[in-house]
């Protein structure tokens, strides 16, 4: 295979320690760090001069087709949200539509420089080729719900596992699938067992909502006599492969179970907030030593992608839960949303951070814009300054998706008129 080389030269690398210099990618893998300028020839050069150089962002928990739904039901609570608005209208849902929706959101993460994303939906082959058209990374589970009702939990079974069979470990290595049970409170004990049993089989990661909601706790308490996590424990469902979204009420005995079982968290700070479900304790979590990594939910509960928003609703959140501004500092928030979250999806050998050897999924920050002067410290900025449009160049597994904030994948404008014609038909039937 012939060589394909890119130099991002002269830029300010966030790598174990901040430093300026260039980095050289060869094909699909970074192959050098130097503080030399112009140390070589490459087939493609990037000018960073005034740039900041980070590792793509990493979306733990999303629903990328859902962004079809983009301010379909605002200002409600959960329950009302999905029984009244979201779930009548995904009774409608067909593959052309998610297909859609997940190639709008697809452009929305790389213009905001997300490269890797885990997604729960549904008509996840449509999605995949997405996913794949886009360019980006992702891990992508069709989300499971039996209500106790046998037939249905056989055919959510049969869903995955063509899902997986069909997607998993495709697009040069970019798709990957793992199983996706709802929540405690839409699947049955029998489903979430034989989804462990398979998972630990097959070796695939398990995605899956949690503790979301006080409303759901109580649920899940009045069914199975115990909180949601002390009854996942239970029926011996955790593991260090379930990647749990929210995790909002928690107990103490609680986050004892989630250390024990090295169990991954995405926090969701917009959803949760929008949606009034509470606050997570992450500070006290990540003091504990778990995994907390960073996630948009769906943009239907949010609004956006923009997991540079995220990052700092994250940050904010927690020092004015805890009234110590000290709390979760803007260097822990980027691992969160970068090394951690690539942890939790099991790739942080691969991606996460700016390292020789790792994958080339890099983002370039244009740091000469007025909300981003003077240039101080380039984590700070990233994280409490800078939002998505501050993105300049985005590279996923040594491609170049976007250049000087121009698509170099997709067309924007088609994908835009798609969206909006396949957002107008669906609503029309719901």
Same mark, same amino acid.
């Given at each position: 295979m012939e060589t394909k080389s890119i130099l991002i030269d002269n830029v300010t690398i966030l790598g174990d320690k901040i430093k300026k210099g260039s980095v050289i990618v060869e094909n699909d893998k970074i192959v050098e760090i130097t503080e030399k300028s112009g140390s070589c020839s490459a087939d493609e050069v990037i000018n960073g001069e005034k740039k900041v150089l980070m590792p793509g962002l990493v979306n733990t928990h999303t629903?990328? #087709?859902?962004?079809?739904?983009?301010?379909?039901?605002? +200002? &409600?609570?959960?329950?009302?949200? &999905?029984?009244?608005?979201?779930?009548?209208?995904?009774?409608?849902?067909?593959? *052309?539509?998610?297909?859609?929706?997940? &190639?709008?959101?697809?452009? *929305?993460?790389?213009?905001?420089? %997300? %490269?890797? /994303?885990?997604? @729960?939906?549904?008509?996840? +082959?449509?999605?995949?080729?997405?996913?794949?058209?886009?360019?980006?990374?992702?891990?992508?589970?069709?989300?499971?719900? +039996?209500?106790?009702?046998?037939?249905?939990?056989?055919?959510? /079974?049969?869903? %995955? @596992?063509?899902?997986? *069979?069909?997607?998993?470990? %495709?697009? +040069?290595?970019?798709?990957?699938?793992? /199983?996706?049970?709802?929540?405690?409170?839409?699947?049955?004990?029998?489903?979430?067992?034989?989804?462990? *049993?398979?998972? #630990?089989?097959?070796? &695939?990661?398990?995605h899956i909502h949690v503790a979301e909601t006080e409303f759901e706790v109580g649920q899940i308490k009045e069914s199975y006599g115990a909180r949601p996590f002390e009854y996942l424990d239970e029926i011996g469902f955790l593991a260090d492969d379930v990647i749990a979204a929210h995790a909002v009420w928690l107990s103490d005995k609680e986050i004892e179970i989630i250390k024990e079982n090295d169990v991954k968290l995405s926090h969701n700070p917009a959803s949760n907030m929008k949606l009034a479900s509470g606050i997570s304790p992450v500070s006290k979590l990540v003091e504990s030593g778990i995994n907390v990594s960073l996630g948009t939910d769906g943009a239907a509960s949010?609004?956006?992608?923009?997991?540079f928003e995220e990052m700092k609703l994250a940050a904010l959140l927690q020092k004015v839960h805890t009234g110590d501004s000290t709390v979760l500092p803007a260097e822990k928030v980027l691992e969160m949303a970068t090394i951690d979250a690539a942890a939790a999806l099991g790739l942080e050998n691969e991606i996460g951070s700016i390292e020789v050897g790792k994958k080339a999924d890099l983002v370039l920050v244009d740091m000469k814009t007025p909300g981003l002067t003077p240039f101080r410290h380039p984590v700070s900025h990233v994280v409490y300054s800078a939002n998505g449009g501050d993105v300049d160049t985005v590279i996923c597994n040594g491609e170049i998706l976007m250049r000087n904030k121009v698509l170099e994948v997709l067309d924007e404008a088609e994908v835009i008129q798609l969206a909006e014609d396949a957002a107008e038909e669906l609503l029309s039937k719901s």
């Open positions: 629903h990328l #087709s859902m962004t079809l739904m983009r301010g379909l039901a605002d +200002d &409600l609570p959960l329950d009302t949200w &999905l029984n009244d608005h979201i779930w009548p209208v995904e009774a409608n849902l067909t593959g *052309e539509y998610c297909y859609a929706g997940a &190639l709008l959101a697809c452009i *929305e993460m790389i213009k905001s420089g %997300t %490269t890797a /994303f885990n997604d @729960m939906y549904f008509f996840m +082959d449509d999605v995949a080729k997405a996913v794949d058209k886009s360019g980006l990374r992702g891990m992508l589970s069709h989300g499971m719900i +039996d209500l106790g009702d046998e037939e249905k939990r056989k055919a959510e /079974f049969r869903e %995955t @596992m063509r899902i997986i *069979e069909k997607c998993h470990d %495709t697009a +040069d290595g970019r798709i990957k699938v793992a /199983f996706g049970p709802h929540a405690p409170y839409t699947c049955s004990t029998e489903l979430l067992k034989e989804v462990r *049993e398979k998972s #630990s089989k097959l070796g &695939l990661k398990i949010n609004n956006n992608l923009d997991m």
